[in-house]
């Protein structure tokens, strides 16, 4: 049996499989955020929570900003649930200047967040949003898998879950988002 058979077969029995020849461009450091001007969002560069940890266990990237308002939400969240601290979270959107963008910008700050994925030292990755497991190119995975990925040479395991913003919108979700984020609580 070739070997394009052999995969076929295991993607029928529930296997799903990630490309992890993901490109790097080390260019983008995290530090030259301020003077990015890859994109005319940078004109808009709106005050959100900006989490003042540097390196973490916990990666917590959104496809949104938050508030004030809303990272309280979530700290409270995170707290009765893992008995976390978002200040002790390494927490970051994809798009770091606006909140009103398209998948053009998301392309364009791509770079940035893969770097500052590797420069937190996270073993864990928590995606909110389901449109950022193309980040990672994990198009075959759902909400509230957890999987393990090799980035940049080491095994991290990644949580996709619901985006805080659908959480507020939709509170009907907000049980399974934090029963997803409780599978990582023995991790924690």
């Known amino acids: 049996m070739d070997k394009k058979t052999y995969l076929n077969y295991l993607k029928l029995f529930g296997f799903s499989f990630y490309n992890d020849d993901l490109y790097i461009d080390k260019s983008f450091k995290i530090n030259n955020i301020n003077?990015?001007?890859l994109c005319n969002l940078?004109?808009?560069?709106?005050?959100?929570?900006?989490n003042q940890t540097k390196k973490a266990k916990i990666f917590i990237l959104s496809d949104y900003n938050l508030g004030e308002d809303f990272a309280k939400e979530l700290d409270l969240i995170l707290k009765s649930n893992l008995n976390l601290n978002i200040k002790n979270i390494y927490f970051s959107s994809i798009v770091k200047c606006?909140?009103?963008?398209k998948k053009d910008n998301?392309?364009?700050?791509?770079?940035?967040?893969l770097n500052e994925i590797i420069e937190s030292e996270a073993s864990i990755i928590i995606l909110?949003?389901?449109?950022l497991k193309n980040i990672l190119q994990l198009e075959n995975f759902n909400i509230g898998d957890i999987i393990f990925y090799t980035l940049n040479g080491k095994k991290i395991k990644i949580l996709i879950n619901y985006s805080f913003?659908?959480?507020?919108?939709?509170?009907s979700?907000?049980?399974e988002f934090i029963n997803n984020l409780k599978k990582l609580k023995e991790e924690v």
Do not use: R, T, V, W
Request: proline share 3%; with cysteine; hydrophobic share 20%.
């Open 42 to 50: 940078y004109k808009l560069k709106e005050n959100f929570y900006k």
């Open 165 to 171: 913003y659908f959480i507020k919108k939709n509170p």
């Open 106 to 113: 998301l392309a364009k700050c791509y770079q940035y967040s």
């Open 98 to 101: 606006s909140n009103n963008y």
């Open 35 to 37: 003077d990015c001007k």
């Open 128 to 131: 909110l949003g389901e449109n």
């Open 173 to 175: 979700y907000e049980i």
